[in-house]
């Protein structure tokens, strides 16, 4: 950051609401800021599916214990982080040094002076940890040695973002407690409810459709056709306004591997950054921190091999993070269309049906990955295993149907 962004009252770069779930709390929790951040968050107990007749739905997240995640401002999640760290006697923070290059075997990075002066300024450390985001410099480093696997993926979608104030009463204009969803086959809109009383609305859609919406008749004419029940509460003008004076912007997956070389470790974005629409970027960051000090934790009784730690890591976190930056994508699907669709309904039911009676046998894959500790590898596995249970069960069925009709055929 070019200045420390607890001095700002708005958040720097994109403000897509984070979405904290168990995998971020409890990394949270042993820090002791777990409470803090609960108390700031607003609980999102189930999605409110809106229909294009302005008709609404519920679609809860965890219909047997109830339980949620929160919506919590990437700003104060941000400046709550700085002012812990702080605390830290061994900690320093430095604002306005743009990294400008290094070694990775010494833990060597190089920054440019804050001030403006010639020359770089350098940091030695026994570790470095690149947290530095999706378009990562400590990454670009990495990219130089050999055997280091990288790709990236763009959508073809990319995304907006809106606001729905307060009422006039200074309350929320629509239900709290939900995640809201517009779902509409190729695109969509979703809003997260803010501890103002306003929402952060987000339009995921093509490009191509972007660029096809030039004027104010054709953006309300959209609106009014696909989002009739939110014009109301967007406001005509501020929707014009906030469509017009700014871009949509990219959403990019982005794998590699491994995490580490020589004294530098990759977390974060910077290792597996992906689209938001499972809500596991935050979360799958801070699952990276708790594993990571778990296993520096288990070193201080092991000789203090560092190496191998790193080289744990990688191995451990590279088959989770690919997973769920897979199922990230698959859920955009699953929101702006799926969610429509009666086989869905019907999966969800099954499954919900199934986590009632058989709790510690069948877990939906949203709980496994929302509300558990379950590795996202394992969570992939454990739904392919189900689908093939229900495909099993179902041909049986079939088999048992179609003997039966031919039996009552022959004795007729």
């Known amino acids: 950051c070019p200045t420390d962004p607890r001095l700002s009252t708005v958040s720097q770069g994109r403000s897509i609401n984070l979405a904290m779930s168990r995998r971020a709390r409890a990394a949270l929790a042993l820090v002791g800021l777990e409470g803090e951040l609960l108390r700031h968050g607003i609980p999102m107990r189930a999605r409110m599916i809106h229909g294009p007749a302005g008709d609404?739905?519920?679609?809860?997240y965890d219909q047997r214990t109830g339980q949620?995640?929160?919506?919590v401002g990437r700003k104060f999640l941000n400046d709550v982080l700085l002012s812990a760290a702080e605390k830290n006697p061994h900690v320093r923070l430095h604002f306005g040094h743009k990294m400008t290059g290094g070694d990775l075997d010494e833990g060597r990075i190089e920054f440019e002076r804050a001030d403006g002066?010639?020359?770089t300024v350098q940091a030695v450390g026994d570790l470095v940890v690149g947290c530095d985001g999706a378009y990562s410099g400590v990454r670009r480093l990495f990219m130089k040695k050999p055997m280091f696997n990288f790709s990236q993926t763009y959508i073809e979608h990319g995304y907006m973002e809106l606001r729905i104030p307060p009422t006039d009463d200074g309350e929320f204009a629509m239900p709290p407690n939900f995640l809201h969803i517009w779902p509409r086959g190729e695109f969509m809109m979703i809003a997260l409810p803010n501890q103002d009383r306003s929402w952060t609305v987000t339009l995921f859609m093509p490009f191509a459709q972007f660029e096809a919406v030039t004027t104010d008749r054709?953006?309300?004419?959209?609106?009014?056709?696909?989002?009739?029940?939110?014009?109301p509460l967007l406001g005509e003008e501020a929707l014009v306004r906030d469509f017009f004076r700014s871009k949509p912007q990219p959403l990019v997956s982005i794998k590699c591997g491994p995490y580490h070389a020589g004294r530098t470790l990759l977390l974060g974005d910077a290792a597996h950054a992906m689209v938001p629409f499972f809500g596991q970027g935050m979360n799958a960051g801070f699952e990276d921190v708790r594993l990571?000090?778990?296993?520096?934790?288990?070193?201080?009784?092991?000789?203090?091999?560092l190496p191998a730690v790193l080289r744990r890591f990688s191995e451990h976190r590279n088959p989770d993070a690919e997973a769920i930056c897979d199922l990230a994508?698959?859920?955009?699907?699953?929101?702006?269309d799926l969610v429509n669709r009666p086989t869905f309904l019907l999966r969800k039911k099954l499954d919900n049906a199934l986590y009632?009676?058989?709790?510690?046998?069948?877990?939906?894959?949203?709980?496994?990955?929302?509300?558990?500790?379950?590795?996202?590898?394992?969570?992939?596995?454990?739904r392919m295993w189900q689908d093939q249970v229900i495909r099993g069960f179902f041909l049986t069925l079939l088999v048992f149907g179609l003997i039966l009709i031919l039996t009552v055929f022959l004795r007729s």
């Open 56 to 60: 609404t739905r519920e679609i809860p």
């Open 68 to 71: 949620c995640i929160y919506s």
């Open 117 to 119: 002066g010639a020359g």
């Open 218 to 231: 054709e953006l309300l004419t959209f609106f009014g056709k696909h989002f009739a029940d939110a014009v």
């Open 292 to 305: 990571l000090a778990g296993l520096l934790d288990a070193l201080g009784g092991a000789g203090g091999d």
């Open 329 to 336: 994508m698959y859920n955009y699907i699953e929101m702006r």
């Open 356 to 382: 009632a009676l058989l709790p510690d046998v069948w877990v939906p894959l949203y709980n496994a990955v929302t509300f558990s500790d379950m590795r996202y590898s394992e969570c992939v596995r454990n």
